[in-house]
Antibody, heavy 123, light 111 residues
């Protein structure tokens, strides 16, 4: 059974960098069989895709966040991480990590999700 | 335009059938990208409900079904149960974004 667990600070000050890590268990990230994603959800609102990673040289980000986002992987630790810079109150949300299944070039979806972690941006 | 449009809410009585629509455009669903559906129960993470337009992961009851036509897709739930009360999201890939796109979500209320 593949499990994902987010971790990181629950409170970040405005203008600072939000840093979260997702630890994967039950599967080896170094097998190269899946992509990995971050998604967020502000309270009472819908889901927003942040970005995905295959290797540290193969990443893709939501254009609306691209200038502030970095996703990177540490296969030796079976973890991937999210950095979001210059945060504001608008970045307050539940952040989810998920495994991205690529069934075909036209079928990409998240089949395993972490439970999510709440991050509040406030001074 | 990079948007997947869902109705904000739908409702139905126990035992009834409800459908949730997801309308896209030529840069996503209409470009032959598959649609996937997620169920989010209150206070929990989203869960994959339908993948590849019509496929159910193991453990998802056959009361849930998906379809796709043109630039739209639909999720149908038959034999509505109280435990189905949740938010439902569609998701596809968008060529303009070069990334994944979610619908705004639909809240299902079981009357």
């Amino acid at each position: 059974q593949v499990l994902l667990q987010e971790s990181g600070p629950g409170l970040v000050k405005p203008s600072q960098t939000l840093s979260l890590t997702c630890t994967v268990s039950g599967a080896s990230m170094s097998s190269g069989t899946h992509y990995w994603s971050w998604i967020r959800q502000p309270a009472g609102k819908g889901l927003e895709w942040i970005g995905r990673i295959y290797t540290n040289e193969n990443t893709k980000y939501n254009p609306s966040l691209k200038s502030r986002v970095t996703i990177f992987v540490d296969s030796s630790k079976n973890q991937f991480s999210l950095n979001l810079g210059s945060v504001t109150a608008a970045d307050t949300a539940v952040y989810y990590c998920a495994r991205l299944e690529v069934l075909s070039p036209r079928a990409l979806y998240m089949d395993v999700w972490g439970k999510g972690t709440t991050v509040t941006v406030s001074s | 335009q990079s948007v997947l449009t869902q109705p904000p809410s739908v409702s139905g009585a126990p035992g009834q059938r409800v459908t949730i629509s997801c309308t896209g455009s030529s840069s996503n669903i209409g470009a032959s990208y598959d649609v996937h559906w997620y169920q989010q129960l209150p206070g929990t993470a989203p869960k994959l409900l339908i993948y590849g337009n019509t496929n159910r992961p193991s453990g998802v009851p056959d009361r849930f079904s998906g379809s796709k036509s043109g630039t739209s897709a639909s999720l149908a739930i038959t034999g509505l149960q109280a435990e189905d009360e949740a938010d439902y999201y569609c998701q596809s890939y968008d060529t303009s974004l070069s990334g994944l796109l979610f619908g705004g979500g639909t809240r299902l209320t079981v009357l």
